[in-house]
């Protein structure tokens, strides 16, 4: 039996396109976002296997492209391609960055800026065959501006702070505070440290970051919420996209959540800073 893996892989999902070139069928799923940044071998294989618990299937398998985040040639590859090459072991095994699976659907063989916001952020130039990166990924801890995790931080942080706008801050605590384990103490609360432990000691911090970037999104009418937002997206545009405009070629094509729940704010900011957003699509992969 013949079968093909084409993935498409985001820090909250990972898209399998599975086509049985003997059968003639294609099939597709999603499960949990994974990275190789955060995740070890193991951990990476044991996520892979959940989704393919069969040897026998694992072992039909003839070729694997992977496209993902934290794949890049600077960052971990080496450690996605040999947990797929364990799962998949007959299989020519394909890693690269969900940037250039990005800048190849959307800019097909033409040169132009690519970028994704989506848990995390990137942007590069692809001349049409590879993509040159003006500024390195530094993740969700220093980079990523921009993204659903760095959102959800400053979201995060302003509220436990104490100084979200109040109906904000009531409309956080209704839907957040419970599940986290938060109690009020006034317009602040007794004690942070059940978020601390979440964000310190849980499992991916960045998706749970992330996560409260749909709370703006919900209320995104809000001023607050406009303004935090116009402000991740000018973040994203200054620091990553501009750096990468090359000979006055300012067409971008964008991908991800993010970007396209807030195509809006991000057009706004692409105009004033006159870059021609182009494009813009959830996924890379249909």
């Known amino acids: 039996m013949s079968i093909t893996l084409l993935v498409d892989a985001g820090g909250t999902s990972v898209k399998w396109f599975v086509r049985n070139l003997t059968r003639g069928t294609d099939t597709q799923f999603k499960i949990e976002g994974m990275s190789p940044l ?4 193991d951990e990476l294989v044991a996520k892979i296997r959940s989704a393919f618990p069969q040897p026998s299937f694992c072992s039909d398998v003839q070729k694997v492209e992977y496209y993902g985040t934290g794949c890049a040639p600077d960052q971990a590859p080496w450690r996605m391609k040999a947990a797929l ?3 998949f072991p007959k299989a020519e095994i394909i890693v690269d960055s969900d940037m250039i699976g990005a800048a190849r659907v959307l800019w097909k063989g033409e040169a132009g800026t690519v970028g994704i ?5 990137n942007a590069g130039f692809y001349d049409g065959k590879t993509i040159t990166y003006a500024r390195p990924s530094l993740g969700y801890l220093l980079g ?3 993204s659903g995790a760095w959102l959800g931080k400053h979201l995060l942080r302003d509220w436990l702070y104490g100084i979200l706008p109040s109906d904000l801050a009531e409309a956080m605590y209704l839907e957040y505070g419970a ?3 938060l109690e009020k103490d006034g317009n602040v609360f007794k004690s942070t440290e059940p978020v601390m432990q979440r964000l310190f000691r849980g499992e991916r911090p960045n998706q749970f970051l992330a996560s409260f970037a749909r709370f703006l999104w919900y209320h995104i009418k809000h001023p607050y919420a406009q303004k935090l937002v116009l402000q991740g997206m000018d973040a994203y545009v200054t620091t990553l996209v501009l750096p990468n405009i090359v000979s006055g070629n300012n067409g971008l094509k964008m991908v991800g959540s993010v970007a396209e729940a807030f195509q809006q704010q991000l057009q706004e900011v692409c105009e004033h800073h006159g870059v021609r957003l182009l494009e813009v699509r959830k996924d890379a992969l249909p």
């Open 38 to 41: 955060y995740l070890s071998e």
């Open 85 to 87: 090459q364990r799962v």
């Open 117 to 121: 916001i989506g848990t995390g952020s």
């Open 144 to 146: 990523d501006e921009g």
């Open 179 to 181: 599940q986290l384990g």
